[in-house]
Every structure is written in structure tokens, then in C-alpha cells.
């Protein structure tokens, strides 16, 4: 008969000693806190690139934003160029408008005094002055004229700059005249 042959194993550490030893413990606890620790590198390295790529969007983004916002703020900074000169005008309009009123005043006062055979050539209103050339058909004409505006209140001051006529032959009077007016004792 045949004899079986017999496989003989000879292990030196058992397995179940060695893990029930201090040691073999130990050994296996560093093993699992080792691999938690590993575990845990890995995952705070997983988490910090992810964090690192939604902050690099996050970043381009912003860059996007800032550099569109830039050429807006710069479109805005013409338009508000524009919109300043603008309210400039507007202010000035405003003044002229009141001043206007002033002019129309003077001229409607000029107007009331004036013969209506006198042709006026130009009219010129500063702040407290209202200067106008033109004739007039004769001297009587004239010294009426000049009468009325002497009366007026609002007239302060009367100069005759240029005074001309055509003697006999052409009675026409020419003239320049300054007035120094005050405006705000106008009533018509």
C-alpha cells in the first residue's frame, strides 16, 4: 500500500498567538490608525483641490465681472461727462431765461416810450444798461422821445453818445443812446 505523504508546515509566528500578543495588537492598531490617517490625507488632499478649482472659478469669474464692470464704469464716466455739461447748459439757460425776462421787460418799457416814427437800428442790453441806436423823422420827434424816457423811473441815467442830422435840407435825426436801468421798479 501506498503511504500518503504528509506535507509538513512549520510556521514559527503563529498567527493567532502573534495577534493576541501586546505586540501583534499594537502592530495591528498602528496599521488601522495608519490607514484612518491615510485616509484622511487623502480625503483633506480631495477636498482642498476641489475647494482650489471652485475658487479658481470662482476667481476667473470675478476677474470677468470686474474687468465688464470696469468698461461700464468707463462708458458711465463719458455719459456722465456729457451729463454734466449738460446740467451746465441747463444752468445756463436757467440765467438766460431769467435774464430773458429782463430783456423782454426793458424792451416792451423801450417800446412804450418810443415815438412810433422812430426806427431803431440796433438794441443792446448788458446787466444795468440798455444801449440802441436809430432815427427819428425830426428833432421834435426826438426831444418827445428823449421827455418820455426822462420820466420813466426805471431809466436812472440818460447819455446821448452820438447825436447827428441832416440840417434843413434832411431834418432826420440819428442817434445813440446809453440808459442805466433798473429793472426791478418795472411797471407797465
Same mark, same amino acid.
Given at each position: ?69 470696469? =468698461? ?97 435840407? =434832411? ?18
Amino acid at each position: 500500500m501506498a503511504k500518503k505523504q504528509s506535507s509538513i508546515a512549520i510556521n514559527l509566528l503563529s498567527s493567532k498567538s502573534f495577534e493576541a500578543s501586546p505586540v501583534g495588537q499594537t502592530f495591528n492598531w498602528a496599521l488601522r490608525i495608519g490607514k484612518l490617517i491615510l485616509f484622511g490625507t487623502f480625503l483633506i488632499i480631495i477636498i482642498a483641490l476641489l475647494v482650489r478649482f471652485s475658487l479658481d472659478r470662482k476667481v476667473d469669474q470675478l476677474a470677468e465681472n470686474i474687468e465688464s464692470n470696469t =468698461d461700464i464704469i468707463q462708458q458711465l464716466g463719458d455719459t456722465e461727462i456729457k451729463i454734466r455739461k449738460l446740467q451746465n447748459r441747463l444752468d445756463n439757460i436757467d440765467t438766460l431765461t431769467k435774464d430773458d425776462q429782463s430783456l423782454s421787460e426793458a424792451i416792451n418799457l423801450l417800446e412804450h416810450n418810443l415815438p412810433k416814427t422812430a426806427v431803431l437800428e440796433t438794441i443792446t442790453l448788458n446787466q444795468q444798461q440798455l444801449s440802441f441806436e436809430g432815427t427819428v423823422p425830426n428833432e421834435t420827434v426826438f426831444s418827445n422821445m428823449l421827455a418820455s424816457l426822462q420820466i420813466q423811473p426805471q431809466f436812472s441815467e440818460i447819455v446821448i453818445d452820438e447825436l447827428s442830422s441832416g440840417g434843413l435840407s =434832411d431834418p432826420e435825426i440819428s442817434f445813440s443812446i446809453k440808459l442805466s436801468c433798473d429793472l426791478a421798479k418795472t411797471e407797465l
